[in-house]
């Protein structure tokens, strides 16, 4: 590591869309890093002028401009100019904490089955936890008893830190999911090929949730993808009865039936691409489905 405190093991990626005073935000933030991280920022076609902002602001920054929105493949496309074996993904309102990085390429350097370890989240203003923090910290998955926290299911994008090979052996993003729980497939291919996720306490990562953002697409792009996960990689019970328990709890709206129609109309290439997980890695996925439930019940009877 460099004496001065730069630390050459991580860069960070960030994809953005119209979200220029946000972006500038994370980007001081992320200057100020004692780790002095490359950072390279995919703009998926804004038009608010956000790469001109970039560019003035932070010209350090090394900019992409694929000139279309490519969803979560924008990360893919930032991962190709990175040369660290670690690459650390944020949002364009998420920034690391000071010696998060550090700290997180010191886990992976240490732990080599580890592909990818998960922050707490902070949302600011005032620094409360994020209410997903205690389900990644109380995950109910066994692991082996060398790993450096609670094994997860499945990872967040914007407060993760993956092995940079791991990440592209596993082919990152898939463009067919663009965006919306999109980690969801990436990292039950990682568990399928040997990795594990993990939670790690000791990382901090600050969300200050950006009001630009369509929660109505989102939600039709979430449904569509989990089902298209779901008839990819499970089995076809498990399949039919998520799919069952999607039908009964979604909300009975226009964006619900969207989405719904949206996975429908890419059966074809699903059945062609269907892969089948590995028993070990279908076990964690139904124990996770059960704690699930679970937790819904003791909130329902508590």
């Keep these: 590591m460099n004496p001065s405190g730069a630390d050459p093991r991580v860069s960070v990626v960030i994809i953005t869309h119209n979200r220029r005073d946000e972006l500038l935000y994370t980007l001081d933030r992320l200057a100020e890093l004692p780790e002095r991280p490359r950072v390279i920022v995919t703009d998926n076609a804004s038009a608010d002028g956000t790469a001109a902002a970039v560019e003035r602001r932070h010209p350090e920054v090394r900019l992409l401009r694929p000139g279309r929105n490519l969803g979560a493949v924008g990360r893919n496309l930032a991962v190709r100019h990175v040369t660290t074996p670690y690459v650390a993904f944020c949002d364009d309102d998420t920034w690391w904490e000071p010696g998060s990085l550090r700290d997180a390429a010191d886990l992976l350097d240490r732990f080599p089955g580890v592909a990818a370890v998960t922050a707490r989240i902070l949302v600011e203003p005032g620094g409360a936890e994020d209410p997903i923090v205690a389900e990644l910290r109380d995950s109910p998955l066994p692991g082996p008893d060398w790993l450096p926290g609670p094994a997860l299911g499945s990872f967040l994008a914007a407060a993760t830190v993956l092995r940079t090979d791991a990440f592209r052996s596993a082919g990152g993003f898939s463009p067919r999911l663009w965006l919306g729980g999109e980690e969801e497939l990436l990292a039950v291919d990682l568990a399928a090929a040997g990795w594990w996720l993990v939670f790690a306490d000791s990382l ?16 039709t792009h979430g449904i569509r993808n989990t089902l298209w996960f779901t008839w990819l990689r499970r089995p076809a019970r498990a399949a039919l009865r998520r799919t ?20 429908a109309a890419g059966l074809p290439w699903v059945v062609r691409e269907r892969r089948v997980l590995p028993a070990a890695v279908e076990s964690r996925l139904v124990l996770l489905e059960a704690s699930q439930r679970a937790s819904r019940a003791r909130q329902y009877t508590g």
């Design 204 to 219: 901090t990562i600050h969300h200050r949730a950006s009001v630009a953002r369509d929660s109505t697409l989102r939600r």
């Design 244 to 263: 069952l328990h999607l039908a009964r709890t979604v909300p009975r709206d226009a964006a619900s039936l969207r989405g719904f129609a949206l996975a």
